[in-house]
C-alpha cells in the first residue's frame, strides 16, 4: 500500500523552517554506483591481494572475531561500525607499505599526476586511493530512481543545507549553488546560521587527508563529537532534520542522536518527533509512516520514519514550502550582511534607510534586493531628512551621494516639511553641483542670519561676552539643551566647524536631541555645520 502524498504534505507544512538533509552511503548507492563499505574495502583490498573474495571474507571474519572476543558486550550493528574502520586501519598499513617500498605497486595503482599530488600535498597513499574511488562516482542517469532527482533539484531551494558523511561529490551535484565545508575542524568553525551549505563531517574525496576512514580517524572523531552534537544542537533549535541513506541502527546517527538526547530535557526530546524524519527504502515491501523511538539508558528520542519506494513523492511535497528567493542570491545576500556586520568599513552595496522612528512599525519596514542602479531610480524616495543628517555628521552612506538626492529627495523633504533647512552643500560641493541649478523655493542657508534664534529663544542668549567657543557655551548651560542650541546659534560664526561637529555626532550617536524633543533645533544645527564646513 502506498503512502499518501497529503500525509507526507501534512508532515512537511507542519516545518517552520527549511529543513537539512542529514545525508549517508545510501543516497549515493541509490543514484549512482557508489560501493559500500564493504564494497570499498574488498575493492581496495583486490589491488593489493589475490581477488578471491572468500580470502577477504575470511580477513574480515577475523577482525570480526577479534571484536567479539574483546567486547562481548557489543551488539551485532556496534561490531560492524566498529570492525569496518579497524579493517581499514589493517588495510592502510599493508597498502602504504607497499607504495613506498614497491615502485611497481605504486605505478601499477597511480598516475604520474597522482604520484606527484600525493608528494606534493604530503596526501596518505592509502586515503588517495580510496578518494579516487569516491570520484570517479556520479549520478547514473540510466537508473530508474534518477528521475526523483529531478524532483529534488527543482526544489532544492527548499534544503536549508546538508550534512553528511558520505566522501563523494554526488550532493554537490544536486545541490550545485551550495558551498561545500569539509571536514570536522572547518564544520566547528563555521556559521551555522548560514544556509545553503553543505557539511561533509567525515571529509571529502577532493582532499583525501580529510577522510574519516581508519580506527583512529574515528577515534579522533568521536572525541571531538561533543563539540559537533552542540554544533549541529543550534540548526536542530531552528530546523528539522530529514535522514537519507542512513539504517535506523546506523551507529553514525546513533553516536550523534546519543550525544543530543543527553543535552536536552524530556519536554524537548518529545518535540524531536516532528523534527526528525527518517526516509527508508521499501525495497518493494509496503509503504507506510511509523513512530520510531531511539533509547539511550533514561533517554528517548522520538522521530518519524517514513518508508517510501519512489522518494519522489517527499522531494515534491517539499515544493509546498514557501521559500524566498534564488540560492545565488541569497548566498549573495548573506556575505554581503555578514560582512557588512563584522566589518568596520563602509560598504557601498548595502543600503538601510532611517528605520529610528518609532512611528515605524514591523508591517512597514521593507526589503529591497536588486541591482544598484535601480535602487538609484527608486531608492531616494525612501532617503529622509534623519539619513542625510547621519552622512552630514558620519560621511557614512556614499551610496546616497546622487544629484537625484538634490534634485527629487530634498525635494521631496521641502514639499512634506517646508520649515525644515536642507543640508545641502556637502553634496553641492561633492557633486561639483551648479548653485544655480539649486531650486529657488529651497529652504537653504545662504547667511548666518538665517539661522539666528527665534524671539523665544532671544531670551536665552548670553550677551555678557562669556562666549567665545562652543565649550563656553555648554559650561554655562550643561543641563540645559534648549539654551544650548540657542545660544550655538547665535555664536554660529565663531564657533569652531569641527568642535560643532563633534558636539553634534555625540548627541546623535546618545539621542539626546530625541529624548529632549528638540529634533527641528538639531537638524536646524547640522545644517548650519553643513553651511560652515561645505559652503563655497
Known sequence: MAVNGMEIKKIISSFKQLPYLFVGTGLSMRYS?????????????????????NRFKKFKQGVIYELKNSNPEYSDDVIKYHANPRIASRLEKQFNDLYYNDDTFEARIFSEEVQKEIIDNSYNPF?????????????????????ELKVLIDNKDKIAG??????????????????????QKDVLLSNVSNIYEIYKIHGCCTNPNSLVFTEQDYKNFEEKLKYLSAKLLTILAEHPIIFIGYGIGDKNILNIFEEIAFCLNDKELEKTKDNFILISPAFGGEECIQSK?????????YMTEIILEDYSSLYKEL???????PIKLIR????????????????????????????????????????????????????????????????????????????HTFKNIRSTSGGTLLPIYKYIKELDFSM????????????????????????????????????????????HM???????????????????????????????????????????????????????
Open 293 to 301: 523511538i531511539l533509547k539511550f539508558k533514561d533517554k528517548s528520542i
Open 162 to 183: 546538508v550534512i553528511t558523511t558520505n566522501y563523494d561529490n554526488i550532493l554537490s551535484e544536486i545541490f550545485s549553488d551550495f558551498n561545500v565545508i569539509i571536514g
Open 436 to 479: 544655480e541649478n539649486v531650486p529657488e523655493n529651497y529652504n537653504i542657508i545662504r547667511s548666518y542670519a538665517d539661522v539666528a534664534p527665534n524671539p523665544t529663544e532671544e531670551k536665552s542668549i548670553d550677551e555678557n561676552g562669556n562666549i567665545t567657543c562652543l565649550q563656553d557655551i555648554i559650561d554655562c548651560y550643561p543641563d
Open 127 to 147: 586515503k588517495t586511493y580510496a578518494a579516487l574511488i569516491a570520484k570517479e562516482l556520479s549520478i547514473d542517469s540510466e537508473r530508474n530512481e534518477s528521475e
Open 482 to 536: 534648549p539654551k544650548q542650541f540657542a545660544n550655538i546659534k547665535y555664536y554660529g560664526n565663531i564657533i569652531d566647524t569641527e568642535e560643532l561637529g563633534d558636539y553634534l555626532r555625540d548627541n546623535f550617536k546618545n539621542g539626546t536631541f530625541i529624548e529632549k524633543n528638540r529634533l527641528s533645533a538639531f537638524k536646524r544645527l547640522t545644517a548650519l555645520y553643513d553651511f560652515k564646513k561645505y559652503r563655497y
Open 332 to 407: 549573495q545576500m548573506q556575505d554581503m550582511v555578514t560582512n557588512y556586520i563584522y566589518s568596520t568599513e563602509v560598504k557601498n552595496n548595502i543600503l538601510f534607510g532611517s528605520v529610528d522612528s518609532p512611528d515605524i512599525e514591523d508591517d512597514k519596514v521593507a526589503l529591497f534586493i536588486g541591482p544598484k542602479d535601480t535602487v538609484s531610480q527608486i531608492g531616494f524616495d525612501s532617503f529622509g531628512i534623519m539619513d542625510i543628517i547621519e552622512d552630514i555628521l558620519f560621511d557614512n552612506k556614499p551610496f546616497i551621494k546622487n544629484e537625484k538626492l538634490i534634485t
Open 319 to 325: 515544493g509546498s514550502i514557501k521559500s524566498t528567493m
Open 33 to 53: 554506483d557508489a560501493p559500500s563499505w564493504d564494497d570499498l574495502l574488498f575493492k581496495i583490498w583486490s589491488c593489493m591481494n589475490d581477488g578471491a573474495e
